[in-house]
């Protein structure tokens, strides 16, 4: 009887012992993974900017033929803290078309715009207005801002071309801006052509319907939070005088 009482206690005293060696050991890896991740939060460089201002255009476009000129139909931004990634404001308008007042076919497939939606909106003058408006006022002028685009086209070619219809000055702050696509370059080691692949190289899901403006936006700041993950420093990628 003695013996069997000795051997028992034996056990227990040894079961307690890994308890308490391996609870020790998953204490001690939980403490080294807080503090790894104290270090990378300390270590990860803070943006440059306050916010960054991601921008979509959508235009008139025709499969069968060239649309010259195109017009933009749908204006959206948002206003993303660069610091959080959290969108703040937003911007969002349809233009109507003075030129082609008449969307094609694949233009309303491919966008998901729908004609009333532009016969309904204001010319683009108005429009530009109600955004200059809205950059002073949601935004503020005195903030570091730095738009992103996912590339060069919507401020390169599209707004300048559309200012110049409407005989309208581009914004100083309309003349430089991040192309999202050489960032993921850098740091990912291949240029793709467009949205889908940088969210299939992030492993991102896609949300929304792809060429709608707004949507597309909210896509291209999932990848601006995906990039920054990865420690990405997010600058200047193109200038125009």
Same mark, same amino acid.
């Given at each position: 009887?003695?013996? $069997?009482?000795? +051997?028992? &206690?034996?056990?227990?005293?040894? %079961?307690?012992?890994?308890?308490?060696?391996?609870?020790?050991?998953?204490?001690?890896?939980?403490?080294?993974?807080?503090?790894?991740?104290?270090?990378?939060?300390?270590? @990860?460089?803070?943006?440059?900017?306050? $916010?960054?201002?991601?921008?979509?255009?959508?235009?008139?476009?025709?499969?069968? @033929?060239?649309? /010259?000129?195109?017009?933009?139909?749908?204006?959206?931004?948002?206003?993303?803290?660069?610091?959080? $990634?959290?969108?703040?404001?937003?911007?969002?308008?349809?233009?109507?078309?003075?030129?082609?007042?008449?969307?094609?076919?694949?233009?309303?497939?491919?966008?998901?715009?729908?004609?009333?939606?532009?016969?309904? %909106?204001?010319?683009? &003058?108005?429009?530009?207005?109600?955004?200059?408006?809205?950059?002073?006022?949601?935004?503020?002028?005195?903030?570091?801002?730095?738009?992103?685009?996912? #590339?060069?086209?919507?401020?390169?070619?599209?707004?300048?071309?559309?200012?110049?219809?409407?005989?309208?000055?581009?914004?100083?702050?309309? =003349?430089?801006?991040? /192309?999202?696509?050489?960032?993921?370059?850098? =740091?990912? #080691?291949?240029?793709? @052509?467009?949205?889908?692949?940088?969210?299939?190289?992030?492993?991102?899901?896609?949300?929304?319907?792809?060429? &709608?403006?707004?949507?597309?936006? @909210?896509? +291209?700041?999932?990848?601006?939070?995906?990039?920054?993950?990865?420690?990405?420093?997010?600058?200047?990628?193109? $200038?125009?005088?």
């Amino acid at each position: 009887m003695l013996s $069997y009482l000795s +051997i028992t &206690s034996c056990r227990v005293g040894w %079961a307690n012992a890994r308890a308490k060696h391996t609870l020790h050991h998953f204490s001690s890896r939980i403490r080294q993974q807080q503090q790894h991740l104290k270090r990378s939060a300390k270590m @990860k460089r803070p943006q440059q900017f306050d $916010y960054f201002l991601v921008l979509d255009f959508e235009a008139t476009c025709d499969d069968k @033929k060239k649309m /010259n000129p195109q017009e933009i139909i749908e204006f959206p931004v948002l206003k993303v803290n660069a610091q959080t $990634y959290e969108i703040e404001k937003e911007f969002r308008q349809f233009v109507r078309p003075m030129n082609h007042p008449k969307l094609s076919h694949f233009c309303t497939e491919l966008t998901s715009i729908q004609q009333e939606d532009v016969d309904s %909106a204001k010319p683009f &003058s108005e429009v530009f207005e109600d955004f200059k408006e809205w950059m002073e006022q949601k935004v503020g002028l005195d903030k570091e801002c730095l738009f992103v685009t996912c #590339g060069n086209w919507d401020l390169l070619t599209m707004l300048p071309s559309q200012c110049a219809l409407d005989n309208l000055p581009v914004p100083p702050y309309c =003349k430089r801006w991040l /192309n999202i696509k050489r960032s993921y370059a850098i =740091k990912k #080691g291949e240029f793709v @052509k467009g949205m889908m692949p940088m969210l299939k190289g992030l492993n991102l899901q896609h949300i929304g319907r792809h060429h &709608s403006g707004l949507d597309d936006c @909210k896509n +291209i700041v999932n990848i601006l939070r995906a990039l920054d993950d990865l420690d990405c420093m997010f600058l200047p990628t193109y $200038y125009t005088e």
